[in-house]
């Protein structure tokens, strides 16, 4: 997929839809259907969902003000979402403070679990859905869209319900002092694109200018001692706004659940990656040092982590993403699993879950409702196994959605960075 940056790139060139004719138009909504029986993907949702959906909306600004006096009240703390031009949902914002021996980062999570429990027809809809699909200009989502895009998305100047990670850093090596998870009131101040937060960076009179550059800095010191640690960065490229997302939302996923297994000793959904055999790192390392204008450097051949990262950083642009498919090729694929034992391998992190989409992950939505339940489903294990299943089945289906669309003379970038328009041909 294209990256974010690209996309609006492409909106502010001012290039329109992708204009296809009503046949064509037909060719792929029944490649669709195909692909989605083929997959198990539910396209439409039940209307017992939507109408508790649409129930759930009803009354809002009385029900959060309810809530407000059994939460911490953070309305009045600088706030902001980060999200693509394209983003139809904003299910994380953030705030940032740097004192004098520690930098405080607030991530806030839209608190969906409020609205999805496992006593609802949603959460049993998400269960069955796994995650929200996205095809080129095509999404099916995992909740409802009348309750995703509107109480449970993060949108400005409006008071939202959110679950907090409060985490304050060590200046020296960024390590947790304190971590904190609690239910708040949030408002966000600015929905802010990527190319937004990028211009907000540089330019000293834009309103977040100080915030957006401290949460840079913050998140690329991260990124660096990310780097030093040994977690493979395959992107090393990102730009300034990706990588200030990218780090906090891993610092973030990475403190919850820390918290839920050595504070609280609670199963949670964990992200499982194997490694590699040292086989098969070899094999990739070698197909990299043949690329014509590579090399790997001498004194990084021992960890493939690090020798990939540094071989990314000087290897030619064109060479990258034959660098990139080499290791994919030799990755076993990451897994949810209730025992987070032999870790994340790829972010070379000990413990890792998710917990920052509870949008359009299950696993997040799983995390949120452990961590405010501190009790965990009691078919974790099938729930585990459900969302790595269905995420197994979204990549597979998108990825022959966008063989399809290359089939019919369609290019699945533009398509997705500017949707399609169905235009008659003339007589």
């Known amino acids: 997929m294209t990256s974010d940056a690209q996309a609006e790139a492409g909106t502010a060139e001012g290039q329109g839809p992708v204009e296809i004719s009503p046949e064509l138009a037909e060719r ?28 759930r ?13 059994e939460r911490k009240d953070l309305r009045d703390m600088t706030t902001w979402t980060t999200d693509p031009i394209d983003a139809q949902d904003f299910d994380d914002a953030i705030s940032v403070e740097e004192r004098e021996d520690e930098y ?39 909740l409802p869209p009348m309750l995703a895009e509107t109480v449970c998305s993060l949108v400005p100047n409006e008071d939202r319900l959110a679950h907090t990670v409060e985490m304050h850093l060590d200046k020296e090596n960024l390590s947790y002092e304190t971590i904190d998870i609690y239910k708040s009131v949030i408002q966000s101040d600015e929905r802010l694109t990527y190319a ?4 907000r960076i540089d330019d000293e009179d834009a309103p977040l200018h ?15 001692q990310r780097k030093e640690d040994g977690s493979l960065v395959l992107n090393p490229r990102r730009d300034r706004a990706h990588t200030l997302i990218e780090e906090s939302m891993l610092k973030a996923n990475k403190a919850v659940t820390h918290e839920l297994m050595w504070g609280r000793g609670v199963e949670a959904m964990y992200r499982v990656h194997p ?20 090399s790997i450097p001498g004194s990084t051949w021992d960890d493939p982590r690090k020798a990939v990262n540094a071989t990314l950083e000087e290897a030619p642009r064109r060479q990258l993403d034959k660098i990139q498919w080499a290791v994919m090729k030799v ?7 209730s025992d987070p034992f032999g870790g994340h391998h790829a972010l070379n992190f000990e413990i890792y879950g998710h917990f920052t989409s509870p949008i359009r992950r299950l696993s997040d939505l799983i995390n949120h409702w452990i961590v405010y339940s501190n009790d965990v489903p009691e078919d974790l294990v099938a729930l585990c196994d459900r969302a790595s299943d269905k995420q197994a089945d979204a990549e597979a289906c998108e990825r022959e959605y ?26």
């Open 28 to 55: 792929l909504e029944d490649k669709r259907e195909k692909l989605f029986e083929k997959f198990e993907i539910r396209d439409k949702f039940p209307q017992a969902v939507m109408t508790e959906a649409e129930k």
């Open 275 to 294: 490694q590699p055999t040292p086989d098969e790192w070899s094999k990739a390392l070698r197909e990299i040092q043949d690329l014509d204008g590579v």
């Open 331 to 337: 990755m076993p694929r990451a897994r949810y699993m």
């Open 104 to 142: 405080v980062l607030w991530v806030h999570i839209a608190d969906v679990t409020h609205y999805v429990n496992p006593e609802t027809n949603m959460w049993e809809e998400a269960v069955k859905r796994g995650n929200t699909v996205y095809l080129p200009s095509y999404t099916i989502h995992m």
């Open 196 to 199: 937004q937060a990028e211009e």
């Open 57 to 69: 909306t009803e009354g809002i600004q009385q029900e959060i003000q309810d809530e407000a006096e």
């Open 402 to 427: 966008k063989q399809y669309l290359e089939e019919v003379g369609l290019n699945p970038n533009a398509v997705n960075n500017r949707g399609i328009e169905v235009v008659e041909e003339d007589d």
């Open 210 to 224: 100080e915030e957006c550059k401290l949460s840079f800095e913050l998140a690329d010191q991260m990124h660096e």
